[in-house]
T-cell receptor
Framework: EAQVTQNPRYLITVTGKKLTVTCSQN?????MSWYRQDPGLGLRQIYY???????DKGDVPEGYKVSRKEKRNFPLILESPSPNQTSLYFC??????????????FGPGTRLTVL | AQTVTQSQPEMSVQEAETVTLSCTYD???????LFWYKQPPSRQMILVIR??????QNATENRFSVNFQKAAKSFSLKISDSQLGDAAMYFC???????????????FGKGTKLSVIP
């Protein structure tokens, strides 16, 4: 089954404790990205990657890191989480070749709480 | 930068009735895509409908249809024969058609929470 998976789905942590949220897709998509969703703000892009070893900032990158060492994986790293990073996080992926339009596939979301 | 505005934070509709959710956007591009996503309580993002800016015909998907007014930069979603399962948060989203720019970023509105009254 074609899908984007995220782990963990729920996480409660404390300020300053480094964490990683994993994202993996099995569709051989070139493009992957991370969004955060906050009440009243919709979804905002954190980082994106056009392909292996190619990453760039989205609209709200502060406090986050990413890496793209393999095509299928795009982990989101919070080196020193703070309470304002409490949010719902989505990973998404899409193909960039072929037709001009390719649907973006979203993961199931990760609910992160930073105390 | 593109912006997407959903002016209705919450709406409600009687079961079997029709409801329209509003969305406006701002862009200087001529080639782009517009989307409506549904987010039920499970939090999964579900694509409801897509509209290509170059197409004059409004997109339809079963009970869902859009009213795309390119000059007015308006993109409303009409849900006909509303069902209890339609209750969800709905997000309007924009994506540039210029893939050479290197970004497939979706720009989302703030969402409209739709309640369906039995």
């Amino acid at each position: 089954e074609a899908q984007v998976t995220q782990n963990p789905r729920y996480l409660i942590t404390v300020t300053g404790k480094k964490l990683t949220v994993t994202c993996s897709q099995n569709m051989n998509h070139e493009y992957m990205s991370w969004y955060r969703q906050d009440p009243g703000l919709g979804l905002r892009q954190i980082y994106y990657s056009m392909n292996v070893e190619v990453t760039d900032k989205g609209d709200v990158p502060e406090g986050y890191k990413v890496s793209r060492k393999e095509k299928r994986n795009f982990p989101l790293i919070l080196e020193s989480p703070s309470p304002n990073q409490t949010s719902l996080y989505f990973c998404a992926s899409t193909k960039t070749s072929g037709l001009s339009y390719n649907e973006q596939f979203f993961g199931p979301g990760t609910r992160l709480t930073v105390l | 930068a593109q912006t997407v505005t959903q002016s209705q934070p919450e709406m409600s509709v009687q079961e079997a009735e029709t409801v329209t959710l509003s969305c406006t956007y701002d862009t200087s591009e001529s080639d782009y895509y517009l989307f409506w996503y549904k987010q039920p309580p499970s939090r999964q993002m579900i694509l409801v409908i897509r509209q290509e800016a170059y197409k004059q015909q409004n997109a339809t998907e079963n009970r869902f249809s859009v009213n795309f007014q390119k000059a007015a930069k308006s993109f409303s979603l009409k849900i006909s024969d509303s069902q209890l399962g339609d209750a969800a948060m709905y997000f309007c989203a924009y994506r540039s058609g210029d893939t050479l720019a290197g970004s497939y970023q979706l720009t989302f509105g703030k969402g409209t929470k739709l309640s369906v009254i039995p």
